[in-house]
């Protein structure tokens, strides 16, 4: 089956530096990328996804890129706020249909 | 539109007993997902319907837990008996599809659920 490894697991950024979130996958199938956010005790959120026919998708201050030969992709927040805590987690969907899911990264911006 | 419903929110329980959640799926999403997410860990597919039927259930405990569909629109989680090992937020998840456009999931709030 799918094997998703997120790094780091703990980040931690100056108010208004970037963010960056590197995550792996084995099933070179997969062909659907989403990140979502969790908030403490609130439900994982879909902030952005990418399909392996693209390279790169940017939403606002979320960019997340997809490099198919190494089987990796990243989630990029530039000028970071403090809404932005959160933990974030990575996940590849193959042709099985299911949603991998990685460890999840804990990203505090200190003010 | 409506989110995705769960209930309850927070359920307490000792070792041994049973425990059911339910979730009520975005009004005309035809797969629905539960999830197992141990604090600290990523969520962990349990099960994956397509309307009635059983998509995947691979990595569910089949010995203590079982799930239902029954009529392609909610679903209940029971677990029978609790093991300590169980405790977690149980999530719940509906997509419009499979696959393809209009398959990003959604998640319900989760049930928390301590095991005694």
């Known amino acids: 089956g799918e094997n998703v490894e997120q790094h780091p697991s703990t980040l931690s950024v100056q108010e208004g530096d970037s963010a960056v979130i590197k995550c792996t996958y084995s099933?070179?199938?997969?062909?659907?990328f989403p990140w979502y956010k969790q908030e403490l005790g609130k439900r994982p959120q879909l902030i952005i996804d990418i399909r392996s026919n693209v390279g790169e998708k940017k939403d606002q201050r979320i960019a997340v890129t997809l490099n198919k030969t190494a089987k990796h992709f990243s989630l990029h927040i530039t000028e970071t706020q403090p809404e932005d805590s959160a933990v974030y987690f990575c996940?590849?969907?193959?042709?099985?249909?299911?949603?991998?899911f990685g460890a999840g990264t804990t990203v505090t911006v200190r003010a | 539109e409506a989110g995705v419903a769960q209930s309850p929110r927070y359920k307490i329980i000792e070792k041994r007993q049973s425990v059911a959640f339910w979730c009520n799926p975005i009004?005309?999403?035809?797969?629905l997902y539960w999830y197992q997410q141990i604090l600290g860990q990523g969520p962990k597919l349990l099960i994956q319907f397509q309307n009635n039927g059983v998509v995947d259930d691979s990595q569910l405990p089949k010995d203590r837990f079982s799930a239902e569909r029954l009529k392609g629109v909610d679903s209940t989680l029971k677990i029978q008996p609790a093991k300590l090992e169980d405790s977690a937020v149980y999530l719940c998840?509906?997509?419009?599809?499979?696959?393809?456009?209009?398959?990003?999931?959604?998640f319900g709030p989760g049930t928390r659920l301590t095991v005694l």
């Open positions: 998840a509906s997509s419009l599809r499979l696959a393809g456009g209009g398959s990003e999931q959604f």
């Open positions: 009004s005309g999403h035809a797969t």
């Open positions: 099933d070179s199938a997969s062909n659907y």
């Open positions: 996940a590849a969907k193959n042709n099985d249909y299911k949603l991998s």
